[in-house]
């Protein structure tokens, strides 16, 4: 049981008040001095995480058993639509095990390109558990929908406003069964239309907007309807040269490229979930990694290659890959790619290789930000492109309840522990810190009083990050200890509580931070802690707190006000207003020429120039505050902060 004092002059008592950490009523405003949760009565820290483990090897079998009963069975319509040949004996052919876990069974064998690619191949049940076992769960679509989209560029197809306007086939359409996507998101609405239409794309989406799946699907959809050209006989001739059946190169049909070896794992997930019942094999190299495993599996074919700049490079010059039938290229978190440094490596894949040049090609980027490095990318790799801005998910939308607490270092640790008592032992719960030895420093000292928690960061083997990922996701450890860096661009998707437990001094990073919450619709929670080391983000909290329609602590107001007063106007970039990233910078500028705004404003609703956001009350064990009401699009934006 935590007991909460009072005698903190920057009404921490009143932030404790307001977490309600004192679910029984006691211990509030008692005047006692402050005693840390893990000096008191141990059993209560047992009681909250430290007692939780998952005995269910990590899947948490609820949510196992409900997706794997729910193949083939939950949505009628689609059920009789798509995958209506489940159990047909007439493709038992196709049946062989031990594929290392592509999207389809049939990878050994050499006569594939005589095949109809565009017709499901044989259902296989272990597979269709191991790939769908894990979707998503509890998504708040009708918080989703309120997203706006601003779409320009010349003839714009309409959205979409369901999976069933499009026709992208039988074997994307039985996946998306499969994954329990009962409707697109916002970004998907726009994103698969344009893509459908063979468009080139540049997109300003985050992760955790539903981005993997908006290029997947149509990209997918259109290699089973066009088959695999000349790609398959590409490298069946290589491997003929090479004298050595299977040591091929292999060319890929589509390339997506990535900034980290999480995120492209995250897209290979998702790849092969759409690949499944299809010839299609995709595969996925990463640096950090051994690269022989990686040549193997290349070696067993690869139609679709999901790959980090550096690597790649090295594949190619390693004789392994050819781009020359990549009729496909997606640039994921192309601003972030940029960040880390990766502009040669890109331009040497795309521009100084074979790869089909752009207008031949198709162009897919996304990127959360649209600076000018990357206007110059995208005017260097897109060809006549459309131009999509999303709305931040769960950003400074009310997606998220966010808290701020005045919080003294010393205070820091038990605090935590307040925090981590009162929330829910089955929600996830990632924690930011500044530094590598923090992050350690906190594993360490969350360990000792009892909690299942793990840790990334920047010093941890690629191993040691996937298991500690894996833990977490899984909700063995449902506490995560986490630099920014190391959480970046990261997907897991039923985060309940982000922590900043160390403030960045950058909003940007901030926002990046709580966006891990409030996932693809979902309602979440952020808790910052604040103390006279934070003085620098002052300001841009406090609007970020207004623009989302928070509670804003009078203290930070107070505080915000001496800082403006001290300070240089340095003024917050505006980017954020209005939720989107970034626009199109062909408007801004008077653009290239002839490109129509096509503001097709939200996907859901039409609530004309204001973005209505819902609100609704977050039903949290500690956060009991209603929010809601809409705050209005503002009009002239300066987007890059020019
Ligand atoms: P992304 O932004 O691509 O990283 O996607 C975030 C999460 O949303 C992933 O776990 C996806 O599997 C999930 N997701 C994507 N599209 C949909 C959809 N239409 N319905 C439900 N979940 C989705």
């Known amino acids: 049981m935590s007991h909460v004092v009072v005698d903190n002059p920057h009404g921490l008592d009143q932030q404790l008040a307001a977490l309600d950490l004192n679910p029984d009523g006691q211990g509030g405003g008692t005047g ?204 069946k001739s290589s491997g003929q040269e090479n004298g050595r059946y299977g040591r091929r190169k292999q060319y890929p049909i589509s390339l997506i490229l990535a900034p980290t070896r999480e995120l492209a794992l995250q897209i290979y997930d998702e790849a092969k979930k759409f690949a499944y019942r299809s010839h299609v094999r995709p595969c996925v190299v990463y640096g950090g990694a051994d690269i022989g495993q990686q040549i193997r599996e290349l070696e067993r074919g690869c139609h679709l290659l999901v790959a980090t700049p550096g690597r790649l490079v090295d594949m190619m010059e390693r004789g392994k890959i050819g781009l020359d039938h990549c009729n496909y290229l997606v640039l994921d978190e192309a601003d972030r790619m940029l960040d880390m440094g990766f502009e040669p490596q890109i331009r040497r894949i795309v521009e100084q290789d074979t790869m089909p040049p752009k207008g031949i090609r198709q162009t897919m980027m996304f990127s959360a930000t649209f600076p000018k490095e990357i206007q110059i990318l995208a005017r260097d790799f897109l060809e006549d492109y459309i131009f999509l801005a999303v709305g931040r998910v769960g950003s400074t939308s009310e997606n998220i309840t966010q808290k701020v607490v005045w919080v003294e270092e010393n205070d820091k640790r038990s605090f935590l522990l307040d925090l981590l008592n009162a929330t829910g032992k089955d929600s996830l719960t990632l924690v930011f810190v500044e530094t590598k030895k923090g992050a350690d420093a906190l594993e360490d000292f969350l360990y000792r009083e009892g909690y299942a928690c793990t840790s990334i960061h920047g010093d941890r083997s690629q191993r040691d990050r996937e ?109 954020f207003s209005g939720g989107f990233g970034a626009r199109d910078y062909r408007q801004a500028s008077g653009g290239s020429g002839g490109f129509n705004s096509n503001r097709s404003g939200r996907s859901a609703g039409g609530h004309g120039g204001n973005r209505g956001f819902g609100g609704g009350g977050f039903g949290g064990n500690f956060y009991n505050d209603g929010y809601g009401g809409n705050y209005n699009h503002s009009g002239s934006v300066d987007w890059w902060g020019n």
């Open 467 to 575: 298991e500690a990922l894996h833990q977490f996701r899984s909700g063995r450890c449902p506490i995560l200890v986490a630099t920014a860096v190391a959480a970046r661009g990261l997907d897991i998707s039923n985060v309940k509580h982000v922590i900043n437990f160390d403030l960045p001094s950058d909003i940007e990073e901030y926002v990046h931070r709580i966006g891990r919450t409030g996932r693809v619709g979902n309602l979440g929670l952020a808790t910052s802690f604040f103390n006279d080391k934070n003085s620098n983000i002052t300001k841009d909290l406090l609007d970020i707190l207004v623009e989302a329609k928070q509670e804003v602590p009078s203290w930070l107001e107070s505080l915000a006000y001496e800082h403006q007063h001290k300070s240089t106007n340095r003024g917050r970039s505006k980017r």
């Open 32 to 235: 006692r001095r402050y005693i840390p949760p893990h000096l008191r009565n141990k059993d209560a820290a047992k009681n909250g995480f430290g007692g939780y483990e998952n005995k269910d090897g990590g899947w948490g079998g609820a949510p196992r058993d409900a997706a794997y009963n729910s193949f083939g069975g939950r949505n009628d319509r689609s059920k009789s639509a798509f995958f209506n040949d489940r159990g047909a004996g007439s493709r038992g052919r196709y049946e062989r095990g031990g594929f290392g876990g592509g999207g389809n069974s049939r990878w050994g064998e050499d006569s594939r390109g005589e095949d109809d690619w565009s017709k499901p191949t044989a259902p296989n049940e272990r597979l269709e558990h191991e790939l769908f076992s894990g979707s998503n769960t509890g998504i708040n679509f009708e918080k989703y929908d309120d997203i706006p989209v601003e779409a320009t560029g010349s003839n714009c197809p309409p959205h979409i406003e369901s999976f069933h306007d499009v026709d992208m086939g039988e074997i994307i359409m039985g996946n998306i069964n499969l994954s329990r996507y009962t409707r697109p998101t916002p970004v998907q609405k726009h994103a698969i239309p344009i893509i459908k239409i063979k468009r080139d794309l540049m997109a300003c989406a985050q992760t955790g907007s539903g981005k993997t799946a908006a290029f997947l699907l149509p990209v997918l959809s259109q290699i089973y309807t066009e088959g695999p050209g000349d790609a398959l006989q590409a490298s």
